[in-house]
């Protein structure tokens, strides 16, 4: 299995395990395939969730917020999601796009360029502070 399809596997993994989360008390809550908006709908909210693994935020310590990729939006800049949902191996917490923005302009960030695992051009992205970034959500339990 190629880097790309492992990835997938383990992001709908994931995914599933946050709608077992949610189901308890939404139970209209439904994993949504194959549309780019977003991974979760919460009809009881009328509200989308986009789900973000980054397990390598446990040793790096910063979570990776892609803006851009073929140098068009992407991530955050092209986000139509209520809310995204960061699962760092440990946990699962909560952000809205906004509260992401804010935090990365009030720490003063930079976009950096890199070629990620199973892509074959650059994306820009910020490195964001994990511990700082997750100040600004609620954990799922």
Avoid at 68 to 74: L, T, V
Avoid at 85 to 100: A, E, L, Q, R
Avoid at 114 to 137: E, R, S
Wanted: aromatic letters at 14%; hydrophobic letters at 40%.
């Amino acid at each position: 299995m190629n880097t790309f399809n492992r990835d997938l596997d383990l992001g709908i993994s994931i995914e599933k395990k946050l709608v077992d989360i949610l189901i308890k008390k939404y139970p209209s809550t439904t994993l949504v395939n194959k549309f780019k908006g977003y991974d979760i709908w919460i009809p009881e909210l009328h509200k989308s969730i986009e789900v973000k693994s980054d397990q390598k935020s446990q040793y790096t310590g910063n979570i990776v917020i892609e803006i851009e990729m073929y140098d068009k939006p992407s991530g955050l800049l092209a986000t139509t999601a209520d809310y995204w949902v960061f699962y760092d191996g440990d946990k699962f917490i909560s952000i809205t796009p906004k509260d992401i923005i804010k935090c990365i302009f009030l720490l003063k960030l930079h976009f950096v360029e890199f070629v990620g695992n199973g892509d074959t051009v650059k994306k820009k992205a910020f490195l964001v502070p994990k511990d700082k970034l997750f100040n600004y959500g609620k954990e799922f339990n």
